[in-house]
């Protein structure tokens, strides 16, 4: 299954730091396989309080994901980032394509 790494950014300050930190942060997935399913899309909140932007990542594996996020090219450009915006982000992975919602009743 494949793993995602989901953010929301909040207070964030855009000036010249977070232009390197995009401008710098393909090159550290392409080695993990990282693609962007979603960057700060338009979104309609059907429930609940949803603020800031959202940022979906898709690697082909949770290694891969833990990989990118620990490896020495993200590190060095993740500061750009921190500095400058509030963000809540997790790794979750996908489930196969058949699942059902009563599947997780079985765990």
Not at 50 to 69: I, K, N, T
């Amino acid at each position: 299954m494949s793993t995602l790494a989901i953010a929301t950014l909040t207070d964030v300050t855009f000036g010249d730091d977070l232009v390197r930190y995009l401008t710098e942060i393909d090159a550290t997935m392409a080695p993990f396989g990282g693609i962007y399913l979603v960057h700060g899309n338009p979104k309609t909140v059907l429930e609940g309080d949803w603020p800031g932007d959202v940022v979906v990542l898709q690697f082909p594996d949770r290694a891969s994901a833990e990989g990118w996020y620990a490896s020495d090219a993200y590190r060095a450009i993740l500061p750009l980032r921190t500095k400058n915006a509030h963000s809540d982000i997790i790794l979750i992975d996908t489930v196969a394509p058949d699942h059902k919602g009563t599947d997780i009743l079985a765990n």
